[in-house]
């Protein structure tokens, strides 16, 4: 992967604000919307959810999780050609204690201002996407498999 298209995978995953969020339920699929913030060096995605939610149900049950990033569609293009990467990881509660919480609680709060009163909220708990593997596709035919250690080399991109 050259690095323009390395630069416009760390954008995207820096600044959309919406995933789809795959877990298992029960031994079955279940897909849910999440909003998100990435990691400074791109080592985790974090999300803030409701315990009373399916999806963080779910995360309770088994910790692999899919995390997908879309570019928008604005109907003028074949959504075919969209840019996304699937992420696929473990999710691990990030507790208050944390050594990172209070800068993951400030950048998501940053990104999504409304989120505020949910971190005084006894049922929202702060999950930490930890990427093991992702597939991202920047368009047709720019298709790349990423690892673990690809993620480090995103961190030096800028948006």
């Not at 699937?86 to 990104?111: F, L, M, Q, R």
């Amino acid at each position: 992967m050259d690095a323009q298209t390395r630069q416009s995978l760390a954008r995207r995953i820096r600044t959309q604000r919406v995933a789809a969020l795959g877990t298992i339920r029960d031994t079955a699929p279940l897909v849910s919307m999440v909003l998100y913030v990435a990691a400074a060096d791109i080592s985790a995605v974090y999300i803030h959810v409701s315990r009373l939610a399916q999806h963080t149900q779910a995360l309770r049950q088994d910790r692999r999780v899919s995390l997908m990033i879309v570019e928008p569609d604005s109907g003028e293009m074949d959504p075919q050609t969209l840019a996304r990467v699937s992420i696929c990881g473990d999710a691990t509660e990030t507790p208050p204690a944390a050594g990172n919480y209070k800068d993951v609680k400030s950048a998501y709060v940053a990104k999504f201002p409304r989120a505020a009163v949910t971190f005084g909220l006894g049922d929202f708990v702060l999950y930490g996407i930890t990427p093991h593997t992702a597939r991202y596709v920047g368009g047709f035919g720019k298709i790349f498999d990423l690892a673990a250690e690809d993620f480090r080399h995103l961190a030096s991109m800028t948006t």
